[in-house]
């Protein structure tokens, strides 16, 4: 009958134990019928069944005591000593009965002890044995084609076993060997399935702002318009009462700025969700930047001092949203790498052919450990729920991407250095615009109509 999922597993242990007492139980009812043999073979001596019953008795006691954890924990010494013991009874049963047939049953009774892959020494020590007990019997007068048969039937019993036994081993091995390929593999399978919730989550978090953003699109757009409308007819009422100059002049402009600022905002927070990488297109890393610095207003720049440097840089080729991305997640890296606050310093430059992005902090640094997983997607130093270890894995993917390079320099205490190179224009095997109208032309002075 086909036990339930819900049966609980043997205990290995418990099912060793239980598999060795009943081995020995069966030995011992052995020897015991090859005494009971050995006795009505001498029915009448009872000189000699009472001497021979007596070293019986020694052995068998010996026996019990010596391979009381056989074939689980027994040690090379115990069971060569042990083994010798029988063997030498075995000579003295044998003189003692003038080489009586029930005798000879105890040689390979003792062949099937003999455990090669335990003890290395212990073919060796049966065949020095075997023939001291075929020796000895010889020596004693016993004709020789019986100490023959029997040698020849231990020899036979032992290789016998000794196949079993290694097969026996193979299979386990097989076994053990697809048990840690399940355990791999359940392994594997438990990453994915992590793996799977976060990116559903992410993916879920996306939608969510790209939503939320053009939630907010739209009532925006109608105050825009109403406050631009507003400053249009206020100005254009003349003479305006000295009540309303203020509102011209300081307060409406003002919160068109600001309206102007969410909207921006809201802009990027659109485009950053959103997330589709589309064609390679002409960009400018310090507006990019711009935007990431909008985006982490709140995050970071609220608790760290960030000092922005940033060179004249030509337009580049890639895709700007994810190099906004990879911006926004250097930002936040350093930011919580820094709770207790500190400065990060921002810069950009050119060098050759490629534009160089840094971003240091002052925080607490890395070991070398650290920094050899830091780019594996959901490594993360942070506590269970704080983080989802994919920000520097997703910069790493950016970067590759767009066939730059990212090299990161740290030490406990002593802050972290990121650097990213990026090419000016990647290699051909990428996607590139149509380039036929000329060469890339340095970025306006003009700024975008977004820009806060």
């Known amino acids: 009958m086909t036990p339930s999922p819900s049966a609980e597993p043997i205990d290995n242990e418990v099912d060793a134990d239980w598999v060795n007492s009943r081995l020995k139980r069966f030995t011992l009812l052995a020897c015991l019928l090859i005494h009971g043999l050995l006795v009505s073979s001498l029915w009448g001596q009872w000189g000699t069944i009472l001497m021979v019953t007596a070293g019986f008795a020694a052995v068998t006691t010996a026996n019990q005591v010596l391979a009381r954890n056989f074939f689980s924990r027994h040690t090379r010494v115990v069971e060569a000593g042990r083994f010798t013991m029988n ?88 076994l053990a060997h697809q048990h840690e390929k399940l355990a791999q593999a359940h392994a594997q399978l438990e990453v994915a399935h992590r793996r799977a919730r976060e990116q559903e989550r992410l993916s879920s978090l996306g939608m969510l702002a790209a939503g939320v953003a053009h939630e907010i699109n739209n009532p925006m757009s109608y105050v825009k318009s109403n406050v631009n409308a507003l400053i249009m007819d206020l100005r254009a009422l003349q003479p305006l009462p000295p009540e309303l100059r203020e509102y011209v002049d300081d307060v409406l402009p003002a919160t068109a700025d600001g309206i102007r600022r969410v909207v921006a905002i809201v802009s990027d927070l659109r485009r950053f969700a959103r997330g589709d990488p589309g064609a390679l297109e002409e960009y400018d890393l310090n507006e990019e930047i711009a935007v990431a610095l909008r985006i982490t207003r709140t995050q970071v720049q609220s608790r760290c001092e960030v000092e922005v440097t940033l060179a004249d840089l030509p337009r580049l080729l890639g895709r700007p949203g994810q190099l906004a991305q990879v911006v926004v997640n250097l930002l936040m890296n350093a930011a919580q ?116």
């Open 337 to 452: 790498a820094m709770p207790d606050g500190g400065r990060i310093q921002l810069s950009t430059r050119m060098e050759a052919d490629e534009a160089v992005l840094c971003v240091r902090d002052s925080g607490i640094g890395m070991t070398p450990e650290v920094q050899a997983r830091l780019f594996q997607p959901f490594f993360t130093t942070k506590p269970a729920g704080e983080g989802t270890g994919m920000g520097l894995a997703v910069v790493h993917g950016i970067i590759t991407s767009h066939q730059g390079r990212i090299h990161v320099e740290s030490a406990p205490r002593n802050g972290t250095c990121f650097t990213v190179r990026l090419p000016r224009v990647p290699p051909l095997g990428l996607r590139l615009p149509d380039l036929s109208d000329g060469p890339l032309t340095p970025p306006s002075t003009k700024p975008r109509p977004d820009a806060a």
């Open 87 to 174: 063997m030498l009874a075995t000579v003295f049963y044998g003189m003692a009965s003038d080489w009586a047939l029930p005798v000879w049953l105890y040689l390979p009774l003792n062949a099937l002890w003999v455990d090669y892959f335990a003890d290395s020494g212990a073919r060796l020590r049966l065949g020095l044995l075997l023939v001291l007990v075929a020796g000895a019997a010889l020596w004693d007068g016993c004709p020789p084609l019986l100490p023959a048969c029997f040698v020849l039937l231990s020899v036979l019993t032992y290789l016998i076993s000794e196949g079993r036994v290694f097969l026996t081993h193979h299979a386990l091995r097989g």
